[in-house]
């Protein structure tokens, strides 16, 4: 991130501010204190000897690692100081094929730790930065991943951190995702090239000659997430080849490829079974992952687990009688769960739920779908509260490549509960409806897309119950860019307010203000803006602040690495030339997301102030 714009922990407003209204109260048994006190668990990864799992839980504001036994008990902490990061953006960590050590990432470098105790000890001495650890057969060798000639790069070391050994060397693509053979003499991995940001090609290195050659990989086409057979003999991976991701076998030498599943539907993840006869893997059927089984000889697909719910991370015990997982839902907090194969029985392994919390009748949202401007089908979630106050909010999710799915949203239980009406939109471009809606977006940003969240309020218009003029819209990342731009081009001002966190408003700006895998990720969309000036420029808001005639709230975390916090600071001062009424929060220690509890009851506390007034709904 650029360092030329220093900026400063702050508030600032523009208009009277939102203090708290005295007539109005939290719902019965709620409290902002209530809601943020669940530690989320992630990230999961089961012991290859089946015995423990490693996973990583938010607490004490780090996100450290901790293990327990697979068959339940007490957790052990292995780590203690692992900084707070964003669930969505960690890594899992790994244990050796051995079991006896978790490898993991700690302050930007890999780290090593004896799973039966000691110190993490760095291993990555040898370049400023390292991440990613995998470990070679052996449980001697890792490779990890470092940057180098501006692009991800595999090394490979081992144990002791000696000097490493280049895998990649390419200045043309970054590397991601290595992972050996069974043998260890191939490692499989992902190219992204930088001439063809929407392509992703599986590559094989014969680690006898460090030689490397594409085995899979098309024009425009993503090919990622290769897993060997245990034979070693074969590689599966997810392929968008056919307009969703489904699972697709290949030998080594590329000739053979086929289609292994052909669902129509979203493969998130899968793993090999033991025996390499079956696949675990997730499903996305419309916003609720799946738990299944496919059959690698014919192709079908068991369901174990279905439902309005998010199953992810499946990991095989040694014996293929067990899986471990992690389940949410929009009433259930992230947990781990084991369930036996052979007997079907299901146990939960970790219990996040706070009683308080539990005892709540919290909402599921219904699948809806309304039209946009040009006829497009926008599939959403509504919440429908059980007291309705008359009031709304749209919410549009973050990426854009990303999707509103079916699980723990307990801010949005919050509002519910108070009264409002809830809809959160997949608006075009967004994940799991299939790579020609995916794609929707494409030189597109903040124009069709605006269009689907003004025309989420239409539909909520079209709502019994719901008053027109008390409808809000609240979104964080490219939501919160959502958000600004539909104040600055809304002409029948549908929003009475809107709420964005860390959003964005002038495209180049932030292009240039960001990280280099951030220019990447906007390029994918939107090409290089050297080239494509015009539709950065036709997708920047800022441009059109004189059109916002209702209040806005900004929030933004000050060491955001993903939406610089410049981009917030552009607008709240183009507000403030034009006279527009705002609220402006800053956050000195939160990056992309607000992770520390204190600034997660301010902040929200601060969302709840806002639409309380805004909106004004009447007292129950």
């Not at 490692?187 to 090609?201: E, G, I, K, T």
């Not at 990303?402 to 471009?429: E, F, H, S």
């Not at 929003?495 to 951030?518: N, V």
Request: one cysteine or more.
């Amino acid at each position: 991130m650029s360092g030329e714009i220093k900026l400063t922990e702050k508030y600032e407003r523009n208009g009277w501010p939102s203090i708290t209204r005295p007539d109005l109260k939290p719902p019965e048994g709620w409290s902002l204190d209530l809601i943020t006190a669940v530690n989320r668990i992630y990230n999961h990864s089961l012991s290859p000897d089946g015995e423990r799992i490693a996973f990583i839980w938010d607490r004490e504001d780090l996100s450290d690692i901790y293990t327990l036994p697979a068959a339940g008990g007490w957790p052990a902490r292995i780590s203690f100081s692992r900084t707070l990061v964003p669930y969505w953006d960690d890594e899992l960590p790994r244990w050796s094929p051995d079991s006896c050590w978790l490898a993991f990432t700690l302050d930007g470098h890999v780290h090593l730790v004896p799973a039966n105790g000691g110190l993490p000890r760095k291993i990555s001495d040898f370049a400023p930065g390292a991440s990613s650890p995998v470990w070679m057969p052996d449980s001697q060798g890792l490779i990890v991943t470092v940057e180098r000639h501006e692009a991800d790069q595999l090394l490979l070391t081992n144990q002791e951190g000696a000097w490493p050994r280049s895998l990649t060397d390419d200045r043309e693509a970054d590397a991601w995702d290595a992972r050996p053979s069974p043998d260890g003499r191939w490692v499989a991995y992902v190219r992204r090239p930088f001439d063809d940001l929407n392509r992703l090609d599986i590559q094989l290195i014969d680690m006898q000659n460090d030689a490397s050659r594409m085995l899979v990989g098309n024009p425009k086409e993503y090919n990622h997430s290769p897993r060997w057979a245990p034979s070693g003999e074969v590689l599966a991976y997810l392929s968008q080849r056919s307009g969703f991701y489904e699972i697709w076998l290949v030998d080594l030498d590329g000739q053979k490829q086929r289609q292994l599943t052909h669902l129509g539907m979203d493969i998130v993840e899968y793993a090999w079974d033991p025996e390499g006869t079956r696949l675990a893997c997730t499903v996305n059927r419309l916003g609720a992952f799946e738990l299944a089984l496919v059959d690698v000889s014919t192709g079908a697909v068991t369901t174990l687990r279905a439902g309005p719910g998010i199953h992810s991370r499946p990991h095989w015990s040694p014996l293929g009688d067990f899986l471990t997982f992690e389940y949410e839902d929009p009433a259930r907090p992230p947990d781990l769960y084991s369930l036996g194969l052979w007997t079907g029985a299901m146990t939960q392994l970790t219990f996040s739920n706070p009683p308080a919390l539990a005892c709540q009748k919290l909402v599921i949202p219904e699948p809806v779908s309304y039209p946009s401007y040009d006829g497009l089908e926008i599939p959403a979630f509504l919440y429908r509260p059980p007291h309705p106050n008359g009031a709304a909010v749209v919410h549009p999710h973050g990426g854009p490549s990303d999707q509103y799915i079916y699980y723990w949203d307990i801010l949005a239980q919050y509002l519910v509960a108070k009264g409002y009406t809830y809809l959160a939109i997949n608006y075009r471009g967004s994940t799991g409806y299939g790579r020609d809606f995916e794609r929707l977006n494409h030189d597109d940003w903040g124009i069709g897309d605006t269009q689907d969240c003004l025309h989420a309020a239409r539909y909520l218009r079209s709502l019994a119950g719901i008053d027109p003029q008390r409808i809000a819209i609240y979104g964080g990342s490219y939501g919160g860019y959502m958000t600004i731009c539909c104040l600055s081009h809304d002409p029948e001002y549908l929003f009475a307010c809107g709420i964005t966190k860390y959003g964005d408003s002038h495209l180049i700006s932030s292009w240039a203000q960001c990280s280099r895998r951030l220019r990447y990720y906007t390029e994918i969309f939107l090409g290089h803006p050297a080239r494509n000036r015009k539709v950065y420029l036709d997708g920047s808001p800022i441009f059109q602040v004189e059109n916002v005639k209702k209040p806005a709230l900004i929030l933004h975390g000050l060491l955001d690495d993903i939406v610089p916090p410049q981009a917030s600071e552009e607008w709240v001062e183009a507000l403030q030339r034009a006279g527009k009424t705002f609220e402006y929060k800053t956050y000195a220690d939160e990056p992309h997301g607000f992770l520390r509890r204190e600034n997660q009851i301010d902040a929200w506390g601060r969302i709840e102030r806002f639409l309380d007034w805004y909106l004004l709904p009447q007292k129950l």
